[in-house]
């Protein structure tokens, strides 16, 4: 493959994840609508408001660019970009089909964990330069939760890398062929749940969203960004979601892999499965404290998904 | 208003807690002090919403004063005119017809349970967020309170100030197939509220956040003279339609439900119990209600214009979030001298510079979201 092929590649990748990530949006707000008895968008666009998702991105365009004066504007404006491109960046080693990846390097699984916990960074400046104090009660929020649901995350990661050999995603979809590693007995399902909850951890999402918090910290880390700046932390929470249903469709439910026959409308439909289940519990569930939050994790995930972990391990072992 | 900076401790962290975020239900400031997360002080503001009913009132006649005070508690308003028309009634010595106190009693208490259902739904938006699990329930509950506002409309023409109550009786008359429609909503109501309660408390994420969280303890309920729920999640069994009746609540048979820890959680059980309680006494308002006038002075396009003896009278209600009481001087024309209200609310806020230091943020939201103020209620 060639370099001007890779680019033409990703800029295509990249157009379809913003686009995928818009409508996601419009999913978003008619699925909440269906489970609060309303109907969600409806005008713009016949049917179903299905222009929806380009009237909301236009409006944010066209709104003022707004910096608080007593900002510091520099890590102000580079906060939003930071969010974006960090979560934007981990789509390159995941595979969309069983073939088809951007960069395909033997260390994926790890590369993508690594990419994946960047986006705080980005989160705490926004809060940091955002000179507000809820936004910088919600940055450190957001640092002490994202470090500390990495741990989890990255033990519950590993069982599947474990099972498989191996951290490129290849080998984990070709080792998932004939049994997924959610049906492996007892291992399987705790790593696929405690991945989950880290995940949802990870992305600020209910119950965890606790950097977010808007009926205590008003909006938190983004509570001075308006219009386009505003519209990237939103973009970057969406795409993060998508990335780890992705994960989770490739990690625990065989990505491509699937009957009648293999290829990427399997990983479609796993990962939008996944992203409806997210969706479920966020518009269900209430808002956990913050040292309830911690409490779960160091006290609950962590021992957990260690065990876990050597519990595969042993399995491994045994049968290799 | 003058500029002041808030004086705090060295390593506390001053926050500013209103007047507009998204859960101080209303226009609410509260000066939090913190360290890390967790509230040391708390000084809360009042006064955002202050319309100035009592004064307001010296200038207009009596007849024309209970839909100015429905505006006063704005979730429950027929409460707020309830209190005001038994001040006037026992100051000028006017005798309700039974028919119309039984009418009152219905409206009150539909009413009740709507402005129970207003603070269920707010309490999920405190726990969970306008973006989450608890702007579901939020919906829901507004879905359930539009049932009884329908009826309301029916019944009296406007969804929500009726402007029932008048001195000497009610306005309207229940219509012909009014009971049919209420059972219907009642018993729609009493499923879904149901089905509310199996929710939440099966819900760990609830339980968690409400249980242990604000725990009033009963003689610091009395001593700021807390009443309604709040007083009743403490486990004071105290409420003035059983303790001091008024409008012929003698004649129902309903249980006052009372809490024992005197938390968040409690406090959520009785508003919970009382809307079922609520639900059984429109019941036997139907069932019981007599024939005969409605009104006990002559009803007139223009009001006559009362003019009660000099003297003073106080009258209470137990309003959806305590004791509502109307204290009114008469110099005996046809203006009050003075009208002094006694607002639940305010008294229920009393309490929080006492229960939200060494509780975190998030909790802080709860609590308040608990003690269920309304700051139309809190100001006047």
């Known amino acids: 493959m060639t370099s001007t092929e890779n680019i033409a590649q990703g800029i295509i990748l990249l157009g379809a994840i913003l686009l995928i990530v818009t409508y996601l949006t419009w999913l978003e707000r008619k699925f909440a609508a269906r489970l609060q008895s309303r109907i969600g968008p409806y005008w713009v666009g016949r049917p179903h408001g299905w222009l929806q998702p380009i009237a909301d991105a236009l409006k944010l365009l066209i709104k003022e660019d707004i910096t608080p004066s007593k900002s510091d504007r520099f890590l102000f404006n580079l906060a939003p970009v930071w969010v974006v491109v960090t979560s934007l960046l981990g789509f390159a080693f995941l595979p969309l089909t069983a073939s088809w990846v951007l960069v395909n390097i033997d260390l994926g699984l790890l590369y993508f964990s690594a990419i994946g916990s960047l986006i705080v960074i980005g989160i705490f400046i926004a809060g940091w330069a955002s000179n507000n104090k809820y936004a910088l009660i919600s940055a450190l929020r957001a640092a002490a939760q994202v470090v500390a649901y990495e741990v989890p995350l990255l033990l519950s990661l590993l069982v599947p890398a474990v099972f498989a050999g191996s951290l490129d995603f290849q080998d984990i979809i070709r080792a998932q062929d004939g049994h997924w590693f959610i049906l492996f007995p007892v291992v399987g399902q705790i790593s696929f749940l405690t991945f989950l909850l880290a995940a949802l951890a990870e992305g600020n999402r209910i119950p965890f969203d606790l950097s977010e918090a808007e009926s205590e910290l008003v909006a938190g880390f983004n509570v001075e960004y308006s219009g386009m700046k505003f519209a990237y932390f939103y973009l970057a929470e969406y795409v993060h979601l998508l990335a780890a249903s992705l994960l989770v469709s490739i990690l625990f439910l065989g990505g491509p892999l699937g009957p009648f026959f293999s290829g990427g409308v399997w990983v479609a439909i796993k990962t939008l499965l996944v992203f409806l289940g997210v969706l479920w519990i966020r518009w269900s569930f209430l808002r956990v404290r913050i040292d309830q939050l911690m409490m779960l994790n160091w006290k609950v995930l962590t021992p957990l998904t260690l065990v876990n972990l050597l519990l595969a391990g042993l399995w491994v072992s045994l049968n290799g | 208003m003058e500029e002041r900076v808030i004086e705090r401790e060295f390593g506390e962290f001053a926050l500013n807690m209103g007047p507009q ?70 100051l000028a010595g006017i005798e309700v017809p039974k028919r119309a106190s039984y ?71 229940v219509y012909a197939s009014f009971d049919g429609d209420l059972s219907q909503t009642i018993g729609y109501l009493k499923k879904r509220i149901s089905e509310y309660k199996d929710m939440l408390e099966n819900n760990p994420v609830f339980l968690k956040r409400t249980k242990g969280v604000g725990v009033v303890r009963p003689e610091l309920a009395k001593e700021v003279g807390a009443s309604g729920p709040v007083l009743r999640g403490s486990g004071v069994a105290y409420d003035i339609r059983k303790n001091k009746p008024y409008s012929d609540y003698t004649e129902f048979e309903f249980r006052i439900p009372v809490g024992r820890n ?44 009362l003019k009660p003896p000099k003297g003073e009278a106080y009258a209470a209600v137990e309003s959806p979030r305590g004791e509502l009481g109307v204290f009114i001087v008469s110099d005996g024309s046809s203006k009050p001298y003075r009208v002094k209200v006694r607002s639940p609310s305010f008294s229920n806020i009393a309490l929080i510079p006492y229960i939200l230091p060494g509780h975190l943020i998030a909790d802080a939201v709860a609590i308040l979201g608990s003690l269920d103020p309304v700051f139309g209620d809190v100001d006047r």
Request: charged share 25%; aromatic share 8%.
């Open chain 2, 262 to 305: 005197g938390d968040a959680y409690d406090r959520y059980r009785v508003r919970l119990e009382e809307m079922f309680e609520s639900l059984s006494i429109i019941h036997q308002v139907m069932e019981g209600l007599p024939e005969g006038p409605i009104h006990s002075r002559k009803p007139v396009k223009i009001a006559l214009l």
């Open chain 2, 103 to 173: 009418l009152r009693v219905l409206v009150a208490e539909l009413q009740r349970v709507t402005s129970h259902l207003v603070w269920l739904g707010t309490f999920g938006l405190d726990l969970g967020g306008a973006l989450g699990g608890g702007s579901t329930l939020f919906l829901y509950c507004f879905r359930e309170r539009e049932k009884i506002l329908d009826l309301l409309e029916a019944l009296t023409g406007t969804r929500f100030h009726t402007n029932m109550n008048q001195i000497g009786g009610v306005r309207y008359d």
């Open chain 2, 21 to 90: 975020h998204p859960s101080t239900h209303g226009v609410f400031r509260l000066e939090l002090h913190l360290r890390g997360e967790t509230v040391v002080k708390v000084i809360p503001h009042i006064g955002y919403l202050h319309r100035g009913v009592e004064k307001l009132s010296e200038t207009l006649d009596y007849d024309i004063l209970p839909p100015v005070y429905e505006r006063d508690d704005y979730l429950s308003p027929t409460a707020n005119s309830l209190a005001f028309v038994l001040a006037v009634e026992k």
